[in-house]
């Protein structure tokens, strides 16, 4: 059984840095795409960006691109999100998502999610 499991969020003010992380477990995940979205209240789920297990590949969105970072630990099964220069707008909930997709950037094209971890910026 595929478990996610997002950690890292919090409270932070705008200008801030925090990093998320996305432990994976339940089977081998190599072949795997892992992607990062986020959720605001009020608002459609979007992609943050994805990271290629196998290769380290990366690709971001355009509101995140030059802030945010993927990386990934393939020791620890562990996917990161490096996020600085935070701004109040990138205050959502912010889910980890795999699939064997390897360009996937939409909700649809994932098949396991975590439960989330909120991340909040003050202005």
């Known amino acids: 059984q595929v478990q996610l499991v997002e950690s890292g969020g919090g409270l932070v003010q705008a200008g801030g840095s925090l990093r998320l992380s996305c432990a994976a477990s339940?089977?081998?995940?190599?072949?795997?795409?892992m992607g990062w979205f986020r959720q605001a209240p009020g608002k459609e789920r979007e992609f943050v960006g994805r990271?290629?297990?196998?290769?380290?590949?990366?690709y971001y969105a355009d509101s995140v691109k030059g802030r945010f970072t993927i990386s990934r630990d393939n020791a620890k099964n562990t996917v990161y999100l490096q996020m600085n220069s935070l701004k109040p707008e990138d205050t959502a909930v912010y889910y980890c998502?795999?699939?064997?997709?390897?360009?996937?950037?939409?909700?649809?094209?994932?098949?396991?999610w975590g439960q989330g971890t909120q991340v909040t910026v003050s202005s």
């Open positions: 339940g089977r081998t995940f190599s072949s795997y795409t």
């Open positions: 998502a795999a699939t064997t997709r390897a360009l996937a950037s939409s909700r649809n094209g994932y098949d396991y």
């Open positions: 990271i290629s297990w196998t290769y380290g590949n990366t």
